[in-house]
């Protein structure tokens, strides 16, 4: 292959593989190269600042690497001799001036712009008490728990009221370790941290929405996905109420076999923890309340901060599990 020929094969192969690897990340499904669409006031003037940071660093990033291939190509050695001077050039007073006073005006615009945009992501509109809850977000290993202000509990599901100001109060246990709630279509990323409560608000319409943990905490780190799903007042209300009435419930207890114990063990297989199917300890509540709230092995206190109806709700649910098979001699 002549020379020219074999550089045009190389070149068109790696702007293919370029292309390729691009367009993945481009049509992926949480965005692409853009952040999931907001969906709260907070959240929207974060993508409005990403984008508008994007649009120079964008641009400055076409034009200095676009440059650099053009003189690369442009002024390559070629046939001249390796001991050929170029051009000696002093000074280029204009060019100098431009590359000082143009930087200074794209960082005062960056500057300017996401001053004016972070009251509206730190503080929650004014609004009127009534329509204000506050819900005590809670990162353990593995899962997030939710506190409603009448003293309800959801594990793995946020259900918030829609179109008004929600306030989160992000927490972590005493005895756990530091965790991040991070909805992205509702606003900022906040650390869930041991003995320091952190703020966070949202204000959005129906919708269900993807909530992750994005500190390493952990082995199933990975695991801990929540949903936030926000649900008209009056549908909010209904279910904190049930709740609230059935704490010691099914419906609860299977939450938190879902979603706590599950991301560690199967009934029937090792999966990070031993099996549980046929574990005599499912029925019984004092081995479940002490193994709980203490840890055993590598296990961590999942429910050391659990409600004595809490620990119920899930004794309800496991006793709906299949019975161990009797052993055969
Ligand atoms: Cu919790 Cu990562």
Redesign the pocket.
Known sequence: MPPSVHRRAIVSFLALAGALALAGAALAGNGGFLPSTPESPNAHRITDAYIFVLAFTGAIFILVEGSLVVFIVRYRRGRRARTAEGPQIHGATRLEVLWTVLPVLILTAIGAFIFYKLPGIKSAPAAKAADETTITVE?R??YWMFHYPNGAVSVGTMVAPANEVVRERIVSAANDVN??WWVPQLGGKFDAIPGKTNYNWFKAPVGTYVAR??????IQ?AK?IAHVHVVPRAQYEQFIAKRKANMAGYTLGKEEWDVVCSTCHRLDHTYIGPALGGNPLLRDRKGIERTLRQGFGKMPAVGSDWSGQQIDALIAYTKTLPRPKPQTP
């Open positions: 990162g290993q593995f965790h991040s943990c994005s500190e390493l905490c952990g780190h801990m």
